[in-house]
């Protein structure tokens, strides 16, 4: 981009705002191509008002009003959250319901990677023993324990990736019984069934917490629909629940505790390493969709360019989710009327209104969610931030809705209703089943999850020229003019077949970054 000619991006004509997109903004005084003299410094990412603006008049981005001017704003002002007064959510009635019948995507067939295949059913993209906790209290021993398999026994298993602890604040101290205790508890129950995992469960209990481990994993969780490969995770229900119970009076010492996890995770790993690679078609991948650290250029580049693979991946069989509420709650109009069906729409509707009962518990609104990171990065409010956030789902019909913690079971384009948190909104992801993560960011978050490969897409070149090795997509080259929506959502297309055969690597993968499991609890902890 050259820095010296103005650039600014209008999303619809019926706009009276644009982006600034030159790196470093622009000063007062720059001329933009329309003649428009700029009245102050805009930062990069950041509103200018094209038009005079009345005072009360809407400011329209995306084509909707993203507020109403406090006071009268010149046109060539700065137009940032302090000059607007943010439009009340959109009620849940009287919303369009499956109005949007766009023609059947052409499907995307002949695409392939090689993914390991599982007893239920499910194809993971990695190979990866984990190790289930019941509560937080084992977590230092369980830590302990890894290391130890990492360094003495995982380098005699070379089909295996990894050894990882699902470590998570839950278990103890809890209303396990409350209205929405089921929430955490079947999150974690489904996080060990991932894909990635093989279908080897193996749980660390203290014994005396709440959450016992029949509770977590009852009869009846292992649910096997293909006979091929039985052998390998195990003959009956029974013998997976392997459970290593740090209480039991057979320890004696804290060596007697980690060798108990050590022997019992030697066996888990010679199964997982029994296992090959082996080409399965595209339609296998589960991938999960999500923002954080957002900028106004998401919904300008990184997102649109998620959305354009969204429909690929759909056009290919796969399954995709897309969550995040609040940060959707502000276009419910735009899902429900893309719904495949009234009983889709309504369900949406349903866990909007759950949350939004939520947030009122709390006493806050949808206004909570902007950061100030999401500010200084030109986003001005929630729902300017929400318009940006939709357009990772792509144009695809909807066509299922998922409660938090529940698990996958459908293809196509799923909206997976989450908190907007990226470590809570990552965590009920991999209880669905994920196995492969897209994350876009503008502002730059070295967010990772140990469980599957988490691919991040740049908004910008500059961050993509700073992070170098910490962002994998650089989507900003849609704003620099030198790549369209489309040849980045290819390019993000194909580089998620190379990253699920485990031909590359991730950023994330390389340096081993991770970030700890949230589980979502709206249950009291006593």
């Given at each position: 981009?050259?820095?010296?000619?103005?650039?600014?991006?209008?999303?619809?004509?019926?706009?009276?705002?644009?982006?600034?997109?030159?790196?470093?903004?622009?000063?007062?005084?720059?001329?933009?191509?329309?003649?428009?003299?700029?009245?102050?410094?805009?930062?990069q990412?950041?509103?200018?008002?094209?038009?005079?603006?009345?005072?009360?008049a809407?400011?329209?981005?995306?084509?909707?009003?993203?507020?109403?001017?406090?006071?009268?704003?010149?046109?060539?002002?700065?137009?940032?959250?302090r000059?607007?007064?943010?439009?009340?959510?959109?009620?849940?009635?009287?919303?369009?319901?499956?109005?949007?019948?766009?023609?059947?995507?052409?499907?995307?067939?002949?695409?392939?990677?090689?993914?390991?295949?599982?007893?239920?059913?499910?194809?993971?993209?990695?190979?990866?023993?984990?190790?289930?906790?019941?509560?937080?209290?084992?977590?230092?021993?369980?830590?302990?324990?890894?290391?130890?398999?990492k360094?003495?026994?995982?380098?005699k298993?070379?089909?295996?990736?990894?050894?990882?602890?699902?470590?998570?604040?839950?278990?103890?101290g809890?209303?396990?019984?409350?209205?929405?205790?089921?929430?955490?508890?079947?999150?974690?129950?489904?996080?060990?069934?991932?894909?990635?995992?093989g279908?080897?469960?193996?749980?660390?209990?203290?014994g005396?917490?709440?959450?016992?481990?029949?509770?977590?994993?009852p009869?009846?969780?292992?649910?096997?629909?293909?006979?091929?490969?039985?052998?390998?995770?195990?003959?009956?229900?029974?013998?997976?629940?392997?459970?290593?119970?740090?209480?039991?009076?057979?320890?004696?010492?804290?060596m007697?505790?980690?060798?108990?996890?050590?022997?019992?995770?030697?066996?888990?790993?010679?199964?997982?390493?029994?296992?090959?690679?082996?080409?399965?078609?595209?339609?296998?991948?589960?991938?999960?969709?999500?923002?954080?650290?957002?900028?106004?250029?998401?919904?300008?580049?990184?997102?649109?360019?998620?959305?354009?693979?969204?429909?690929?991946?759909?056009?290919?069989?796969?399954?995709?989710?897309?969550?995040?509420?609040?940060?959707?709650?502000?276009?419910?109009?735009?899902?429900?009327?893309?719904?495949?069906?009234?009983e889709?729409?309504?369900?949406?509707?349903?866990?909007?209104?759950?949350?939004?009962?939520?947030?009122?518990?709390?006493?806050?609104?949808?206004?909570?969610?902007?950061?100030?990171?999401?500010?200084?990065g030109?986003?001005?409010?929630?729902?300017?931030?929400a318009?940006?956030?939709?357009?990772?789902?792509?144009?695809?019909?909807?066509?299922?809705?998922?409660?938090?913690?529940?698990?996958?079971?459908?293809?196509?384009?799923?909206?997976?209703?989450?908190?907007?948190?990226?470590?809570?909104?990552?965590?009920?992801?991999?209880?669905?089943?994920?196995?492969?993560h897209?994350?876009?960011?503008?502002?730059?978050?070295?967010?990772?999850?140990?469980?599957?490969?988490?691919?991040?897409?740049?908004?910008?070149?500059?961050?993509?020229?700073?992070?170098?090795?910490?962002?994998?997509?650089?989507?900003?080259?849609?704003?620099?003019?030198?790549?369209?929506?489309?040849?980045?959502?290819?390019?993000?297309?194909?580089?998620?077949?190379?990253?699920?055969?485990?031909?590359?690597?991730?950023?994330?993968?390389?340096?081993?970054?991770?970030?700890?499991?949230?589980?979502?609890?709206?249950?009291?902890v006593?």
């Open positions: 981009m050259n820095i010296s000619e103005p650039l600014t991006i209008r999303m619809y004509e019926r706009d009276n705002v644009a982006i600034v997109a030159n790196d470093g903004g622009l000063p007062p005084g720059a001329v933009l191509p329309s003649g428009l003299v700029l009245r102050e410094r805009v930062p990412g950041h509103k200018v008002a094209l038009v005079d603006i009345e005072a009360d809407p400011v329209l981005r995306y084509g909707i009003p993203i507020g109403h001017a406090l006071n009268a704003i010149a046109a060539g002002s700065w137009v940032h959250e000059l607007l007064k943010m439009p009340d959510a959109r009620g849940l009635d009287g919303l369009p319901i499956s109005t949007v019948k766009p023609p059947p995507l052409p499907a995307l067939d002949g695409h392939t990677f090689e993914g390991f295949r599982n007893a239920d059913g499910t194809v993971g993209t990695r190979n990866i023993l984990a190790i289930t906790t019941t509560v937080q209290c084992v977590a230092g021993v369980l830590d302990f324990a890894v290391q130890r398999i360094a003495e026994l995982l380098p298993f070379a089909n295996v990736d990894d050894v990882i602890g699902l470590e998570h604040t839950y278990g103890c809890v209303a396990i019984d409350a209205p929405g205790a089921e929430i955490p508890i079947r999150t974690l129950r489904h996080i060990s069934l991932n894909p990635n995992f279908g080897e469960v193996m749980v660390v209990s203290l005396c917490e709440k959450l016992q481990p029949e509770r977590l994993m009869p009846g969780t292992f649910e096997i629909v293909d006979e091929r490969n039985v052998a390998d995770v195990g003959a009956s229900e029974e013998a997976k629940l392997d459970v290593v119970c740090l209480q039991d009076e057979a320890h004696v010492g804290f007697s505790m980690i060798e108990s996890i050590m022997r019992q995770a030697e066996e888990h790993l010679e199964r997982l390493n029994a296992r090959r690679r082996e080409t399965v078609p595209a339609s296998e991948l589960v991938v999960g969709v999500q923002c954080g650290g957002s900028d106004a250029f998401s919904g300008v580049t990184a997102n649109p360019a998620v959305g354009f693979c969204t429909d690929l991946l759909v056009r290919a069989g796969a399954a995709v989710m897309f969550s995040e509420t609040t940060e959707v709650r502000d276009g419910i109009d735009q899902l429900t009327s893309r719904a495949t069906t009234p889709v729409a309504q369900r949406m509707i349903d866990e909007m209104a759950w949350y939004d009962a939520y947030l009122q518990r709390g006493k806050v609104d949808r206004s909570a969610n902007t950061t100030p990171g999401n500010k200084k030109g986003l001005s409010n929630i729902v300017e931030k318009m940006g956030s939709i357009v990772k789902s792509g144009s695809a019909p909807i066509s299922n809705v998922l409660s938090p913690g529940e698990k996958l079971k459908a293809k196509g384009l799923t909206y997976a209703a989450t908190p907007a948190s990226d470590f809570i909104c990552g965590t009920l992801q991999l209880a669905a089943g994920m196995n492969l897209v994350f876009t960011t503008g502002r730059g978050t070295p967010y990772g999850l140990a469980a599957v490969p988490v691919i991040k897409v740049a908004t910008r070149s500059d961050l993509a020229r700073r992070w170098h090795d910490l962002m994998d997509v650089n989507a900003g080259t849609i704003a620099d003019g030198t790549a369209t929506i489309e040849d980045v959502g290819w390019e993000l297309f194909n580089l998620m077949l190379e990253v699920a055969s485990g031909k590359k690597k991730t950023w994330a993968e390389q340096w081993k970054l991770h970030n700890a499991l949230v589980l979502f609890n709206p249950a009291p006593t």
